[in-house]
């Protein structure tokens, strides 16, 4: 529930930069800013996994990142979500991207706490379409 989420909590991921996360630039092949966006967006999701039900999910609604520098093939990115705001069913981060070196992405972030059964079944409504 989401009166029980507190602000301050954390979720963290970590993944590799390999190929499959990577846009070319001239010679240089660099982890991309989608991908370095659903980090952050996995991230969030480990912060809220502790605190949502199993009939729960949540679902991403504003992104606002700056990516500020880039990451080479091999090095570990890891990015971290903290939750700042919780108002009803929406939850707010201050999220943050880090590889070996520096930071390379910041800004904040926004979910919605959803429950599983009319969501899927408005899907299935917007199928039938």
Do not use: C, Y
């Not at 499959?20 to 001239?26: A, D």
């Not at 972030?109 to 899927?120: A, K, M, N, W, Y």
Request: hydrophobic share 45%.
């Amino acid at each position: 529930m989401t009166d029980s989420i507190p602000v301050g909590a954390v979720g963290t991921r970590t993944w590799i930069v390999d190929s499959t996360r990577t846009i070319q630039r001239g010679p240089a092949e660099v982890f991309s800013t989608p991908n370095m966006v659903l980090l952050m967006e996995e991230a969030a999701m480990d912060a809220l996994s502790p605190f949502i039900t199993t009939s729960q999910e949540t679902v991403g609604s504003t992104v606002d990142v700056a990516h500020v520098a880039a990451t080479p093939v091999g090095m570990t990115v890891t990015a971290t979500a903290t939750v700042t705001e919780v108002d009803r069913r929406r939850v707010a981060f201050e999220v943050e991207a880090r590889d070996e070196v520096e930071v390379i992405g910041r800004g904040t972030h926004e979910r919605f706490v959803i429950e599983l059964d009319p969501f899927v079944a408005r899907l299935a409504k917007k199928n039938q379409k």
